[in-house]
């Protein structure tokens, strides 16, 4: 079994075999359209449609992924072993507050909610061809949602996989041009 350690956390990412069940496709956003709005993030989602594999070589595609993230302003933290982390990006804000009259005086109340995303994505080499995980991590006002938490949602989740990925196809593309 190996483990992935996200900010403190273990997550059982299963047996290396377990990264089999890939799709050699992008996935468009209208792929997400079927699923449950909210649910707990498992190893299955995470394989099905945040894992691709390529025909490039291991070098291009980690090149290709590593661009991607710079390009979506995913600031690169850590990179070893074919794996790149990201630190958070922020996806959404929004704030909301009253005002009201006591006492001679305004009071007004505010708060925000905010709403970040990073990547854990492994690129590793499947026999002559090159697999991308891209495993998410997100963050409800600074606070990292569990995998297990049911709060993971295809509205927000899968147009950022969609955008990664097609950032992604695009540098390999762009690079077997060249």
Known sequence: ??????????????????FSGHVDSVHSTSDYDSAPSTYALSNSIVLSRGSHTYSADFD???????????????PIAIEADGVIKTGPKRISSQTTGEGRVAWGRVQESYSTETFDLAWVVHVERDGDRTRVVAVPRAYFNQAELAPQQPSWSDAWLGPNWSALFNEINGNIGAASKH
């Open 60 to 74: 291009a595609v980690y090149r290709a992924v590593k661009g991607a993230l710079v390009v979506l302003n995913f």
């Open 1 to 18: 079994m190996r483990y992935l350690v996200v900010v403190g956390m273990i997550v059982a990412c299963g047996p290396k075999e377990d």
